[in-house]
């Protein structure tokens, strides 16, 4: 497993003046600790591969399963605890081609449906994730190499409030832009704990304001004791997939 742990943000602090670089961080289940190690890896706020930002564990995660987190630097301590939440399967998909406006031009576009029911009894959150592969030329200094690399769409977020034990269904649009001859994509139904839906729907609100002036301040919510930041967790479904041409 793998955690993400940024504690040098070169973004807000540019000149290093709050970079920790003796932090311990302990994974455990409540019988069982690790502490995690130090990982190259690449996060939303880091250019590449980068060392230092992700903490990682050799410690078995499951569904359903309680764990705790705990970070020791500068004499402070902070902590967080999460109930892995429980795959969810895709029961149907479907796909249709359509035809949109894009950017004052026609462009087609294909819409793929995906079915999922809804855990009883427990309170649930989605999010819809499409996975698909680019490629790229780069030259290596004698020759050019072919670079094959994921991107990951993700949907809008979900919850079974007044919807418990149902069939949602999400949608998921994709324009044919280079207008391939075949293309797949890979489509997840990620379900995650309430403070990890509730992260991202107040990034999610962050960014939609972003730039307005007369916009309220976005709290972004988390649910780290004696810190800011999130200990969350996301069990993706297994993948559907699904050809679209």
């Not at 301590?77 to 029961?91: D, N």
Request: overall charge negative.
């Amino acid at each position: 497993s793998t955690g993400v742990f940024d504690y040098s943000d070169t973004i807000h602090d540019p000149n290093k003046q709050n970079t920790i670089s003796n932090a311990i961080v302990i994974l455990s289940d409540g019988t069982n600790a690790d502490t995690m190690k130090p990982a190259f890896c690449m996060t939303d706020y880091t250019w590449g591969n980068v060392y230092d930002s992700c903490f990682e564990s050799s410690m078995k995660i499951e569904a359903g399963k309680t764990y705790y987190i705990d970070v020791f630097a500068k004499g402070k301590h902070a902590s967080g605890k999460l109930t892995m939440p429980l795959q969810t399967q895709i029961t149907a998909t479907s796909v249709s081609h359509k035809s949109d406006t894009l950017q004052g031009f026609p462009q087609d576009y294909y819409e793929v449906k995906v079915n999922f029911k809804d855990k009883p009894g427990t309170g649930d959150y989605y999010r819809l994730n499409a996975l698909y592969y680019e490629w790229d030329v780069r030259w290596n200094g004698t020759s050019f190499d072919t670079i094959y690399y994921p991107i990951s769409e993700k949907g809008e977020l979900m919850n079974d409030l007044g919807r418990d034990g149902q069939t949602f269904s999400a949608m998921y649009k994709w324009y044919d832009q280079f207008n391939r001859d075949s293309f797949s994509v890979d489509m997840y139904v990620d379900a995650m704990t309430k403070e990890t839906h509730d992260f991202f729907e107040s990034v999610d609100m962050q960014n939609q304001h972003n730039g307005d002036p007369f916009s309220e301040p976005i709290v972004i919510k988390g649910n780290i004791v004696n810190g800011l930041g999130l200990f969350g967790a996301i069990t993706p479904s297994k993948p559907k997939r699904v050809k679209l041409k």
